[in-house]
């Protein structure tokens, strides 16, 4: 990621995600900041008249209103000023509920087109993402996204009130407040504070994901740290992580105190000047003083306001990067094609000489294998010894370096592949339940009725559970299965993956958190289901083998038949 002050390829691409999502509310938004502008510099202006009619002073409104009460004058211009005060009042409120949709949506629209991305991805593009740089985008730097809206739009404000306001002192005083808008446009750009804000803000960036890292390494290896008493080592390199993060908030505030500072001396002196020079040397009316006096007060907000919203923007700006990494990673790696309407033949399913290998080391080369209708395959083989990659393969889930996965004699193309899933069902060791019914946790997407849910939670042997349950099917079950235990949770996994009807069913030690006989009359209804799917089983469990057509065994990428004596 560039570490620039201010990338202009981040901005300019920026500003065209902010004006397709916004369309036509952004136009609207820019009309009622100008109208809201515009609204209060006329009631501005009316205290022109309001001054010279309390002070007696000769000016236009003499020759306005010659021969009026001046109680009456008075009274037309004050309510011209509320007038005036009350339109600006009501387009300020259309202005913030406009710029408050035109902010949430652009956020929302960022993160829905990251969790599209991710949920079409190939497996092979996530696999290559740290889990880590995602969960930052989508938590910490979507948050920052928000901000980096909130003070854009702060910015649009700010500077478009300058600009008309500034133009109402320029009408009223040329000379004079022309002069004081450059002095405040060379000393805003001598004190922007831009060019390291940019830089911290990418330093932020980094720092968050390192936290972030830290948090996953502490929680993925805890169980063995704290056996082995290495806690403290995740403890240090989280505090690091945290050390750099609070170092680049601290040295960012430390700027943003330091530019108030400048900021406030400057005002002060600049109020002192309008009225010095205003009075003393241009001899410019009291009442045209007076507003100018009031404008730069009023502008001293704004200005100040648009100031540290520029700083802000270039600290968050960073965020939309991120956002734009991933969002790229996804789109170039491939997102997977979506399931074309198409008929995959049936038959056997085949890979021939396959050959898939990861680029830090481990996978499989030269597989064959043909798993016929029906048939029972267990699959055994040390750690790391390609048994997964293998059932990712045999999924469509990777597509491989060389060689071919079939169906039926028929090579699966991309747009076939994804096709091919819908008639695989693949549960894992740890699966994911949702935080919802049972119900809706077992028949997933399928429109089944009940009495198909009963089926094959009795199929599962987890039937006697859900009814144990207060609410039967409604019982709603935790994010990640809890308070279920692993074998519960496996078998509501089975039962779901058993409603998909698949062909082909993949079983990565989903059944291992299941005692042993419980696991072998598991197996055994499985052989029951009629039409029965091909059954590929890994397992590192020898008790049940029997029950299987073919028992074959990884070994470092390599498929090799067991022995009968092996597998007895």
């Known amino acids: 990621m560039s570490r620039a002050p201010l ?13 397709e999502s916004a369309r036509g509310r952004g136009a609207l ?3 009622a900041i100008v109208g809201g502008a515009l609204a209060e510099s006329v009631g501005l202006v009316l205290l022109v008249p309001v001054l010279q009619v309390l002070t007696g002073r000769e000016g236009r409104v003499a020759a306005w209103f010659e021969g009026w009460n001046p109680d009456g004058v008075l009274l037309l211009l004050l309510g011209g000023f509320l007038v005036a005060m009350t339109l600006r009042a009501l387009i300020l409120y259309a202005r913030d509920r406009l710029l408050w949709r035109v902010e949430d949506e652009f956020v929302e629209a960022q993160r829905g087109r990251i969790m599209a991305r991710l949920a079409s991805a190939r497996w092979a593009t996530l696999v290559s993402i740290r889990h880590a740089e995602i969960q930052n985008v989508l938590s910490t730097e979507m948050a920052r996204l928000a901000m980096t809206m909130r003070f854009f739009v702060q910015i649009a404000v700010g500077a478009l009130l300058v600009l008309v306001q500034g133009g109402l002192a320029l009408y009223m005083a040329p000379v004079l407040a022309g002069s004081l808008l450059v002095a405040v446009a060379i000393a805003g750009a001598a004190f922007s504070g831009l060019r390291h804000a940019g830089v911290l803000g990418h330093d932020f960036t980094r720092a968050s994901l390192n936290q972030l890292q830290a ?11 704290l056996a082995q008493n290495l806690q403290s080592r995740f403890a240090r390199e989280f505090e690091q992580a945290l050390a750099a993060a609070r170092a680049n908030r601290r040295g960012f505030a430390r700027r943003q105190a330091r530019t108030r500072m400048v900021f406030a001396i400057g005002s002060a002196a600049c ?5 010095a020079i205003g009075s003393l040397v241009l001899q410019v009316p009291t009442p045209v003083l007076i507003l100018l006096v009031l404008i730069f007060a009023r502008l001293a907000g704004p200005i100040a306001t648009l100031q540290q919203a520029l700083q802000q923007f270039a600290y968050h700006l960073p965020a939309f990067g991120a956002v734009m990494a991933l969002d790229a990673q996804l789109e170039a790696t491939g997102a997977g094609a979506p399931a074309v309407p198409q008929d995959v033949p049936e038959g056997s399913v085949e890979l021939r000489e396959v050959r898939l290998r990861y680029v830090g080391g481990g996978g499989v080369e030269h597989v064959d294998l043909v798993i016929a209708p029906g048939e029972r395959v267990a699959l055994s083989g040390a750690s790391g010894s390609g048994k997964t990659t293998l059932l990712d393969a045999l999924a469509g889930l990777m597509v491989p370096d060389s060689g071919e996965l079939r169906v039926a004699g028929v090579v699966l193309d991309a747009a076939a592949t994804p096709a091919w899933r819908e008639h695989v069902a693949y549960v894992v060791q740890e699966p994911y339940l949702f935080r919802d019914t049972v119900r809706a946790n077992v028949a997933g997407e399928s429109a089944c009725g009940d009495g198909a849910v009963w089926e094959a939670l009795e199929r599962v042997g987890a039937a006697a559970l859900v009814r144990r349950m207060e609410r039967g099917l409604d019982t709603v079950i935790g994010a990640g299965g809890t308070p279920l235990s692993g074998g519960e949770r496996q078998r509501l996994a089975l039962a779901r993956a058993l409603l998909r009807r698949p062909r082909l069913l993949m079983l990565d030690e989903a059944t291992n958190a299941i005692d042993l006989p419980s696991e072998r009359l598991l197996l055994q209804r499985l052989a029951e289901i009629d039409p029965r799917p091909a059954l590929l089983m890994v397992t590192h469990r020898r008790d049940n083998l029997d029950l299987f057509d073919r028992v074959l065994e990884m070994r470092e990428g390599r498929l090799y038949a067991e022995s009968p004596h092996a597998a007895s």
């Open 7 to 19: 990338d202009t390829a981040l901005l300019a691409a920026f500003l065209r995600a902010l004006a």
């Open 29 to 31: 938004s820019v009309a």
């Open 215 to 225: 948090v996953g390494n502490l929680l993925s290896g805890l169980k063995a740290a």
């Open 271 to 275: 109020a002192c000047l309008v009225v």
